[in-house]
């Protein structure tokens, strides 16, 4: 009886389901696809960081160990381009001393000129979008060589400072031909570039609560108390981030010294800054090798003052909670 009923069961049941539809094919690897894109998109960058950055780079490192005169093929020296530059060549000290000289001064003086204008600005002056605009211009004109020329007029012996002070009575010379007062008229420029920092402070500025200030005042705090322990130490990391910028792009300054000097750096080398003196070894006496030498050593100049920077900073620079 049980047998029969098994059999019964057996032939009556239905055959077990075979999945007879067709198999998906295998789904490509997406995240392969999509980086393979990438990279076809990303090549072009690839190309231009590798023939226009990377590749001069070591071009110019390779040349700065080589006698290489741009006309001649480049002749192995090994340090001695190091040597000479810091034992044979005093105007490789004077232009340091130019340059060392211009950015000390500048540098400061033109952040400190910015942040009291950006504090000026932030009472809610009307039309402040328009005096940002007109601020800012004279950094989008400051390194071309109009504004180079138009400053060494200015400073001339007929120029507009000598007819104001003609006016008084005062006569006046040549600043840009006078040693101890050339550089003088190229960090005045630099600080007149004051545009990009000043609307950099000045967004600092708004980010700072109100709060702070009506409560300080409450307090009887007084307004250079309240800028002293509120407005610096909150925009500390903006004073640090300008001071950077600011240090590197003064030191690569190259274009006012060239058009107020004839690209001589005079008069007296007063005004022989370190790109001037780069760049008349290089495309004026062809020594491309020395020229390369002194780029790296401008190179290590500005990434050690960096780093001294940044590691100057945790103790003035104040970030939240820390400091």
Do not use: C
């Not at 780079?57 to 290489?68: N, R």
């Not at 050339?182 to 960090?187: C, F, K, Q, V």
């Not at 500390?236 to 981030?241: A, E, M, Q, Y």
């Amino acid at each position: 009886m049980v047998d029969s009923l098994s059999l019964k069961s057996a032939v009556t049941a239905e055959p077990p389901a075979h999945d007879s539809a067709p198999r998906a094919p295998r789904p490509v690897n997406r995240a392969r696809r999509e980086a393979l894109t990438a990279y076809v998109f990303l090549a072009p960058w690839f190309v231009g960081l590798f023939l226009i950055t990377i590749g001069p780079i070591v071009a110019s490192l390779y040349l700065s160990f080589t006698d290489y005169s741009l006309l001649d093929t480049a002749k192995w020296v090994g340090a001695d381009n190091y040597l000479q530059m810091f034992t044979q060549d005093p105007r490789f000290w004077a232009s340091l001393k130019v340059t060392t000289i211009y950015v000390v001064v500048s540098v400061p003086m033109q952040l400190a000129f910015a942040l009291a204008l950006a504090l000026l600005l932030d009472r809610g002056l009307r039309g402040l979008s328009f005096y940002r605009s007109i601020f800012y211009l004279p950094s989008l004109l400051g390194g071309s060589v109009a504004i180079a020329i138009l400053w060494r007029k200015i400073f001339g012996a007929d120029g507009l400072v000598n007819s104001v002070l003609g006016l008084f009575g005062i006569q006046g010379t040549s600043y840009v031909n006078n040693p101890d007062t050339a550089l003088g008229t190229l960090i005045l420029l630099h600080v007149w570039t004051f545009g990009a920092p000043m609307v950099i402070f000045l967004a600092g500025l708004r980010q700072i609560p109100r709060s702070y200030y009506e409560a300080a005042a409450v307090d009887g705090a007084s307004p250079l108390r309240q800028f002293r322990t509120i407005t610096l130490p909150l925009l500390s990391p903006i004073i640090f981030f300008n001071l950077v910028l600011e240090v590197i792009k003064s030191f690569q300054s190259f274009t006012q010294s060239f058009i107020v000097s004839n690209g001589s750096g005079g008069p007296n080398d007063s005004t022989l800054f370190y790109t001037l003196y780069l760049y008349v070894n290089g495309f004026k006496e062809y020594e491309m090798g020395y020229a390369a030498a002194l780029a790296w050593v401008l190179v290590l100049i500005i990434a050690g003052l960096t780093g001294v920077n940044f590691l100057a900073s945790k103790y003035w620079v104040f970030y939240g909670d820390s400091k």
